[in-house]
């Protein structure tokens, strides 16, 4: 059996949690958390970090901070995850969907501006399988427009984006707010566990209180102020020191995470090559701007029938592909919301790409066993 994802402990995962519990404070806001925020603020030049409990949380977070009002527009990718949009959704915003372009899922910048309307407030892309969107295109419209800009980097630690002034900047420093997850089937994990990122540091004070259940908590410990009270609206966000401890164990041995997934990615793509016009199959293409930073491998089908058999065929020899997302935009809860524009190309990713197994543990002998069960099927 070859699973899709298999989570694993890279380190001192359970040392760290055992230290966590014997120095007597596990609740949020601790030593690990401290560390895991500060790793992130001084690797990658990102503004204020903040974990939280999940992506979907960070998102929320930022949905709030940017203070939406009934009728105010969000344009979102409709290839992305359901939080990416739900988020919005729960504040009361109207999700304006954009396209993705035809080489990769990532929505296309060329085609945003025909979107913002008067009503626009922000902008939510996603770096779909860490690959940068088009970061000058967005940013120069955002400018121009006065838009919010989040990145979903939920899928894109540690990887880059090159603008036209060739300096190169990490996916979650460039729009005014950004969003990581730390879920299992991740680059980086700790079970369940995200991470908020405050570039545009106006929003920096807010995030904290909205993080700490809309009190001023952390500034009371940081001694600003003589007691602690009810300030704005927020939640609770802090992830417990436990899954700090488990998050900083699998930091700590980054680089050979990331190294150890970018060999088995390039072995992938190396054996797909040599297939791929034989299989008809298309093979995932990265920008010159952008990097990657092996989350996922992905390949393409010329139709949606052509993936159906190939996913029966890998499961007969098990091996676990899976594909994703059903379309937001013809979602069942969204549909009925939608303007009724047709975006091709989501529908047509949705329909023909699919993930091959991608996981730490995973060795070149698995990849070659994929590689032949569509040798044999097809080739
Ligand atoms: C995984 C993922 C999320 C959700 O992350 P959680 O930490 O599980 O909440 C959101 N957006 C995208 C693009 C994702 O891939």
Known sequence: MTPFNKPFLIGSELKYIQEAVA????????????????????????????LTTSCTDALEMAAILIDLEPGDEVIIPSYTFVSTANAFVLRGAKIVFADSGKDNPNLDATKLKSLISPKTKAIVLVHYAGIACDMDAIMELAHQYNLYVIEDAAQAIDSYYTGKDGIKKALGSIGHLATFSFHETKNIISGEGGMLVVN???FAK??????????????FFRGEVDKYGWVDVGSSFLPSEIIAAFLWAQLENLEKIQEKRKKLWEYYYKQFDLIADECKIKLPQIPQYATNNAHMFYIRFATLEERTKYIKMLKKQGILAVFHYISLHSSSFYSSKHDDRVLLNTDMFSNTLL??????????KEIDRIVNCFKETRC
């Open 200 to 202: 545009d540091l106006q």
């Open 23 to 50: 120095s007597g404070k596990i609740s949020g806001n601790g030593k690990y958390t401290q560390k895991c925020q500060n790793f992130f603020e001084e690797k990658y030049d990102f503004g204020k970090c903040l």
């Open 206 to 219: 807010r995030a904290e209180i909205i993080w700490e259940k809309g009190t001023n908590r952390s500034a």
């Open 355 to 364: 993930r091959l197994p991608m996981f730490y543990e995973l060795t070149e």
